[in-house]
Every structure is written in structure tokens, then in C-alpha cells.
């Protein structure tokens, strides 16, 4: 597979050191390393997938074009638009070409979020009533002196598209509309601390991001009938530890099982060969897109209500 990185950001370096040898192009309209400046400099010959790595504004035009053109592509979450008639249209355009048209969720290939999947599918926590995420950094100073990032929803679509996207891998999409419990902006001027979820859901999901939390964070607690499941951190940030806590009744301490990891993260090479079994035979996650649009979207002026007991 013959790929092109386009857009030679942060992002987009950890694709090209992933794609390796399969990379035969980069585009970045001002990196001096880039071979090309424009995706239509690219003759369309050389190269078979594009990895597209650019601010959001940029990636609906460049997969129009890509798509046009027949190519596979990756793209960076969050894939955005104002409307959602733009994405379905990416959608078509995919499918009358054959094309892989993949939003990059790395962290669905995090290892204990794929165990907490498996631990639901085989019903282990029994009924699940609650689940909550926190993922929090400390960048709200970087952001804020970004030329492109600190605007609209700030921290809600960067790091919150990732939650959103455990929500459907996990426990697939809610029956009732998102709420805002806390849209905060205490050093930027996009929200830099915001907490949704959906109440009354099954189960119901509290969920938190902030580019305030000065050491990298990550917890997972999900509540259940028969038992409970916690992650405590990211393998990038590492060790990273799964428990799970089975239920004494009528009460008392649980049993409990933990397992800790302390590696590299492994999710970027897992999610590129993701990408290339989906350009063997392709598919395309847009429906996904679709959905955590809308919720971008629904929540871009809702004020927040009362916190979530």
C-alpha cells in the first residue's frame, strides 16, 4: 500500500514513523520537510491511500478530493462539519468509489478498553447503570497560543470526540439527547474544562474533558448489577491498570482481580492495520461521524444545567 501523510503536524509524524516504509509522499502547505505544498501537486499515480492529519477545516475538502480520486484515506478525528449533509456526501463519494474512508479513534485500540469490551459483551458487570470518563491534559497553554486551536468548542471536540467514540464502541448510542453539565473557560478563550453525558440513558454516562488537568489523567469507573470495571490511565502515559471488582451481597469488600501494563502505546501501530484491512475490503465508520456531530452541534450553545448527581 502506497501511502501519502498529508499534514506533517504532531499527528501526522507519529502516521509517518507508524506507515514506514509504506509512506511515498508527505503535503503540508508550510513544512519545510513536506515534498509538496498541495494535494493536487500529488500525481494521482503515485500513491494509493492518504493519511490526512490537518486542522478540521482543511479535512472535508481534502476527502472530497481524495475520495474523487478513487484514494483510501485516514483522517484524524474529530471529522466535522456544520452540516451533516457534507458528510454524507463523503459517505457516497466513498462508496461509489470503493474506497476506505476510516475517522482515526486510536484509543479504541487501547488494551483495556478492548478488554472492557469484551468483559461487557460476556455480561461479567451484569445490568450496567453508570459509566463515567474523565481524560484530562495539560495543555491548555499550548492551545492557547495555537494559531487554529483555541476556538469553537475548544477541548469538547478534541478530547471529547474520544468519548464519544468509547460511547458507541462500548455501549452503542444513547436513546436520549446530550445535556452540558460544565462548559468552562478558565485560561482560554474556548471552553478548556467541559462535562456532558446522557442522563436517564442505559446506562446513564457522565462524562468529563479539561486541558487543565496538569498531570495526564485518565479514569474509567463503570458501574454494574453484578460487579464493576475501572481503568485507571493510558498506556502512552503508562502503567495502566484494569480492575474489576465483584459484588458481595447483601454488602462487603468485593472480590477483586487487577492487571497492570507498563508499555508502549501500543494503538497506532494496531489502528494503521486496521486501516489497511479495511482498504482491502472497504468500509467506512462516517455513520459514527454523523452521529458525534450532531452532538457537537446540539451542545454548541446549550447552557449548562444541573450537575449530574
Not at 254 to 272: G, I, M, Q, R
Amino acid at each position: 500500500m502506497r501511502v501519502l501523510v498529508v499534514g506533517l503536524g504532531v499527528q501526522g509524524r507519529k502516521r509517518l514513523a507508524v506507515a514506514g516504509a509504506d509512506a511515498v509522499g508527505t503535503v503540508d502547505p508550510v513544512s519545510e520537510g513536506a515534498r509538496y505544498r498541495r494535494i493536487e501537486d500529488v500525481p494521482a499515480q503515485d500513491y494509493d491511500a492518504a493519511l490526512v492529519c490537518t486542522p478540521d477545516e482543511a479535512k472535508v475538502p481534502l476527502l472530497r478530493y481524495l475520495l474523487g480520486q478513487g484514494k483510501h484515506v485516514l483522517v484524524e478525528k474529530p471529522l466535522v462539519s456544520d452540516s451533516d449533509g457534507e458528510l454524507l456526501e463523503l459517505k457516497a463519494l466513498a462508496l461509489k468509489a470503493n474506497a476506505a474512508c476510516y475517522t482515526a479513534y486510536n484509543h479504541r485500540f487501547e488494551p483495556h478498553i478492548v478488554r472492557l469490551k469484551r468483559t461487557l459483551d460476556a455480561g461479567v458487570l451484569g445490568k450496567v447503570y453508570l459509566a463515567k470518563f474523565f481524560y484530562g491534559n495539560g495543555t491548555a497553554r499550548d492551545v492557547r497560543n495555537s494559531a487554529w486551536r483555541d476556538q469553537g468548542l475548544g477541548v469538547f471536540p478534541d478530547l471529547g470526540s474520544h468519548l464519544l467514540d468509547w460511547t458507541l464502541f462500548l455501549f452503542g448510542r444513547p436513546t436520549v439527547a446530550a445535556e452540558v453539565w460544565r462548559n468552562s473557560s478558565f485560561e482560554n478563550k474556548a471552553s478548556d474544562c467541559f462535562q456532558f453525558g446522557f442522563r436517564r440513558n442505559a446506562p446513564e454516562l457522565d462524562l468529563e474533558v479539561t486541558l487543565l488537568s496538569w498531570r495526564n489523567t485518565f479514569r474509567c469507573d463503570v458501574f454494574g448489577e453484578k460487579a464493576s470495571a475501572h481503568i485507571d490511565c493510558l498506556c502512552k502515559w503508562g502503567p495502566s491498570t484494569f480492575t474489576i471488582r465483584k459484588r458481595v451481597l447483601p454488602s462487603g469488600r468485593p472480590e477483586e482481580d487487577s492487571e497492570t501494563l507498563n508499555c508502549p502505546d501500543p494503538t497506532w501501530k494496531a489502528e494503521y492495520a486496521h486501516f489497511l484491512g479495511l482498504c482491502r475490503s472497504p468500509s467506512t465508520n462516517i455513520d459514527n461521524d454523523v452521529w458525534i456531530n450532531g452532538v457537537f452541534n446540539s451542545l454548541r450553545n446549550a447552557r449548562p444545567g444541573p450537575s449530574q448527581p
